[in-house]
């Protein structure tokens, strides 16, 4: 089994940063895309950021310039530097990977969701 594990979610005020963390643990032979999504109330989840096992990364529109993801495969991590918050980027954040269990086993696994809230 393989469990997600974020952190770093928390309040702060708009033009704030926050950096959020996801390890993975468990049965982990490799793991393919790595990424960020998030779920605002009364909304459907959108993917934030998303990252590959090559380092190949891609932003939605509105948090290109403000946030970076990026990954550390060696302690099984991926990484969201969320910088100039809005209020409009208060949500939960879920982590998601591609876990492979041996080279022809892999599926997608979700973190708990981390809260994140931007205001004054």
């Known amino acids: 089994q393989v469990q997600l594990v974020e952190s770093g979610g928390g309040l702060v005020q708009p033009g704030g940063s926050l950096r959020l963390s996801c390890a993975a643990s468990?049965?982990?032979?490799?793991?393919?895309?790595m990424g960020w999504y998030r779920q605002a109330p009364g909304k459907q989840r959108e993917l934030v950021a998303a990252i590959s096992a090559v380092y190949r990364r891609n932003y939605v529109d509105s948090v290109k310039g403000r946030f970076t993801i990026s990954r550390d495969n060696a302690m099984k991590k991926v990484h969201l530097q969320m910088n100039s918050l809005e209020p409009e980027d208060t949500a939960v954040y879920y982590c998601?990977?591609?876990?492979?269990?041996?080279?022809?086993?892999?599926?997608?696994?979700w973190g708990q969701g981390t809260q994140v809230t931007v205001s004054s």
């Open positions: 998601n990977a591609d876990v492979c269990a041996s080279w022809n086993s892999c599926k997608g696994y």
């Open positions: 468990g049965n982990i032979f490799s793991i393919n895309d």
